[in-house]
């Protein structure tokens, strides 16, 4: 049987490019990349090259690259960062559709004595502008808004936010961990101080990510130790994934047309023939500007845990929202805070794509789902 992966906001395949890199640093290339032998000083220098390839991935300047080990640390280093950096300031910003990487240590700063404004989206899954000025004050230590989210893959307005921020002298921080390599960025025409990205999104292994941090601003580093990565994070680098990154970005620059148009093509003919063969279905954040490869679904009158079982017994794997939250017997909270009706809210599926996604694969889901959302109704009933 055939697998047909349609869960890429989850995890990527590592593309057989990426891992041809990176299999020499796994072998033969395995010294400290730190140490001052010319064995690790060759390798350091390898490394550095990988930062310079990454970092042109978003129009940053290398130095301006911390390697990490994910997004989760990337986005809750730089929230730390941030109430490091001013003890005074006691209020956080951020939305309530965010990965729980951000929402999740957000409560935990709450119990501490924080306190924390949650956006609201409306129902097509954008950012109320107004409620994000409104919630702006001079206790603020920083706003944590998500660049595109990743079960909707709706976007936000991430420039201007970082405008507003940039002039109330409030720090900015950005997770672009869905948003990297499928839709230009820019950090030079952003406002924004701090961005994360992890590997595992873009067909790099996991266990490798990227924070951004703007030269001017000050980082508090959150895991202390060692001199790598010039004291911003301690620990021997992962030296054979970061060569996996540079490579996988340097392939995501060149891919960033087909990734928003020929995956958007599949995406809508998916989207497209399944309104017209099923009933009773919605697109979430359909009307808003999304990543081209990601569509959420909600089927009324489905439960989403049945029907990604019975396509699982076609090879076809999707996800209910995010794998992060993934064995709650609850609906998403993105889906909550963008109003889904209760009577589809159960039956939503996520399909997400990427550029190894093919349209003879589109046609053979569009071809089993409606069987199966008219044999689950007909049982509900």
């Known amino acids: ?17 990426v891992l041809e890199e990176m299999l020499p640093y796994l072998k033969e290339l395995y010294a400290n990349p730190s140490s001052a032998h010319s064995f690790g000083r060759n390798l350091y220098y390898r490394m550095e090259r990988s930062r310079e390839i990454v970092a042109s991935l978003i129009g940053a300047e290398p130095e301006e690259i911390i390697f990490t080990g ?8 730089a929230i730390i960062s941030a109430i490091n950096f001013d003890e005074k300031k006691r209020h956080l910003i951020t939305t309530q559709v965010e990965h729980p990487a951000i929402l999740n240590l957000m409560k935990q700063l709450e119990r501490k004595g924080y306190k924390v404004t949650y956006l609201p989206v409306d129902r097509a899954g954008r950012l109320h ?20 989210n990743n ?68 980082f508090f580093p959150y ?4 001199h790598q990565e010039c004291g911003n994070r301690a620990g021997t680098e992962n030296l054979a994934s970061i060569i996996a990154l540079g ?11 087909i990734e928003q148009h020929n995956v958007a093509r ?19 954040g359909y009307d808003s500007e ?26 076809i794997f999707a996800s209910a929202g995010s794998a992060c939250s993934s064995g709650s017997s609850e609906p998403s909270h993105v889906l909550r805070a963008i109003g889904v009706p209760e009577i589809a809210i159960h039956g939503s599926v996520r399909f997400s794509l990427s550029r190894y996604t093919t349209e003879e694969e589109i046609n053979k889901v569009i071809e089993i789902i409606p069987g199966i959302i008219d044999e689950l109704r007909m049982h509900r009933n």
């Open 1 to 17: 049987m055939k697998t047909i992966y349609l869960d890429n906001n989850a995890t990527t395949a590592v593309s057989p490019e």
């Open 70 to 77: 994910c997004g989760t640390e990337s986005d809750n280093s």
């Open 129 to 148: 502008m107004d409620a994000f000025i409104e919630a702006l004050d001079d206790e603020t230590a920083i706003a944590s808004i998500m660049y595109a």
């Open 151 to 218: 079960e909707t893959g709706v976007i936000f307005p991430i420039k201007e936010v970082g405008a507003i921020c940039r002039k109330r002298g409030i720090l900015f921080h950005t997770d672009a961990v869905q948003a990297a390599g499928k839709i230009p960025i820019d950090v030079k025409k952003l406002d924004v101080d701090m961005l994360s990205i992890s590997g595992h999104k873009l067909h790099a292994p996991k266990g490798i990510g990227i924070l951004y941090v703007r030269k001017c601003c000050k």
């Open 223 to 226: 895991i202390i130790g060692g």
């Open 247 to 257: 490579k996988a970005c340097e392939i995501a620059l060149e891919n960033i047309e």
């Open 266 to 284: 599949l995406r809508d003919i998916l989207e497209l023939n399944l309104m017209n063969k099923c009933s009773d279905i919605f697109i979430n």
């Open 290 to 315: 999304r990543l081209s490869n990601t569509t959420s679904i909600s089927f009324s009158n489905i439960d989403s845990e049945v029907l990604l079982h019975r396509l699982d017994k076609y090879g």
